[in-house]
């Protein structure tokens, strides 16, 4: 939260100074700074000032004083009669003197603010990913009797209910490359049995569930970012 609140007021104190340069370039080329300073105040500063510098500040005309001829201020002579121009850089130099200053806090302001802001966004998405359920890429078959996925990314809980009648053995295997789950099962309420895939990466066990015969076992899984695939099954 500080980090977002430094990357805040860094991003505001970036567009203060921006404007700031924006304003008195402005005011030196003949452009109306009030616009322009407003615009980077009060919309994307960053968007208004590169819309500033590449193209609005180029554009500065000055007229011949042989023929009133006008054109821009980059061309040494007249492109109508040849007149040597008068381009006096005298104010714009003393102006750019102190102005890049403010350019250069105001860019220092922005990459810091935009250097701070990524490691915050970063640090909320990471921190998130840890808890949203998600299961990325991943193969899934669930009814019934049977549970079979296989996962690139699997994150959060799951859970099935394996009906138990003929059917009395579940067969649970599981091979995890990366990560970790964690299974549990339920009757009712009443925890049954609990194994991970920290003991046993790669595993395979059957399970005799003819005690519970005519209930409902909940087999319960918790993921944390696993890759691998799982298999339950009765038989
Ligand atoms: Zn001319």
Redesign the pocket.
Known sequence: MIKFLISAILILLSKIFMALWVYKDAKSRGIDPVIWTLLILFFSGSLIFLLYTLIIRKERNII?E??N?IQSDNLIY?G????KMKIDRHDELDNNQGNKTFLAIGIILLISSIAIGSVFIYETISKDIDNIPISLMSVRTKYNDKWKESFRYKNGENTHKFKIKDKTILNCSWNIESGSIEVKLYDGDKQIREFNSNDNPDYNELIDLSDYKGSKITLKLKAKKALGKIHFFLE
Do not use: L, S
């Not at 109508?80 to 007149?83: A, D, E, L, Q, T």
């Open positions: 011949c042989n023929c001829f007249c109508r009669c040849g007149n």
